[in-house]
């Protein structure tokens, strides 16, 4: 019998790709939990061993509404009082607590140079 690229990734004897059928469902409703009493997503794609995107992913498949943690007003003051004083997008982050690329999309939005390196 010949089998069409539909079959192909688990025909040949590879891994499974899909997430939802590498990890079993309990191994999931793990992580969901774990995402709704405050685990980030990046945390539990870390010990879980996939992307962040997909830890995403798994918590809207669930049904579940994901986190953007937004700047308050004065995160967003000191943001801009940091980046003013010459503050890589890096260093910005570290005394936020913030990832280097959340403080990109902010100064972004701003209009405070979003097109930046980071260093």
Known sequence: MVRGPAHL???GGGPER???KRLPAETIERLVAEYLTGSTAADLGRRYGIAKT??????RQAGEPVRHPRFS??????L???SEAGLSQK??????GR??????HCLRRLG????????
Do not use: K
């Open 54 to 59: 997909t830890v995403l992913r798994l918590i």
């Open 73 to 78: 007003a004065a995160e967003i003051t000191r």
């Open 18 to 20: 899909r997430v939802s």
């Open 9 to 11: 990734g688990t025909a």
């Open 91 to 96: 260093d910005i982050a570290e005394r936020l």
């Open 80 to 82: 801009v009082e940091l």
């Open 99 to 104: 990832s280097p690329s959340a403080v990109w």
């Open 112 to 119: 405070l140079g979003g097109n930046q390196r980071q260093r």
